[in-house]
């Protein structure tokens, strides 16, 4: 079955950085885009960055452009999220998504921007 498992949130402080990971099983990772999206405190889940399953494109919303990095290696059928200048308001729990016969996601990890 498909299994999404996501690790390396925790607690930084404003500015830091952290790289999320996701590992992935059960499906064809190669020939899937992959999503990362975040759920804030008292929103909706948000989607926040794309890429595609050749890794040769990619997008971010305007909110993490510049600080957030979206990469994969399939030989390792990981989807990763690099996270710079980290601010208070992307205080949130990350997922990762793939969209097969519906949205799969992984159970989420926490990340925490504060001093």
């Known amino acids: 079955q498909v299994q999404l498992v996501e690790s390396g949130g925790g607690l930084v402080q404003p500015g830091g950085s952290l790289r999320l990971s996701c590992a992935t099983s059960g499906f064809t990772f190669s020939n899937y885009a992959m999503r ?3 759920k804030l405190p ?3 889940r948000e ?3 794309y890429i595609s399953e050749a890794g040769d494109r990619t997008h971010v919303v305007e909110s993490v452009k510049g600080r957030f990095t979206i990469s994969r290696d399939d030989a ?3 989807v990763y999220l690099q996270m710079n200048n980290l601010r208070p308001d992307d ?4 997922y990762c998504n793939v969209p097969i016969e519906y ?3 992984g159970q989420g990890t926490q990340v925490t921007v504060s001093s």
Not at 91 to 94: L, W
């Open 36 to 38: 990362w999206y975040r």
């Open 42 to 44: 008292a929103k909706e």
């Open 47 to 49: 989607y926040i960055a």
């Open 76 to 78: 390792k059928r990981t």
């Open 91 to 94: 205080t949130a729990t990350y």
């Open 103 to 105: 949205d799969y996601f």
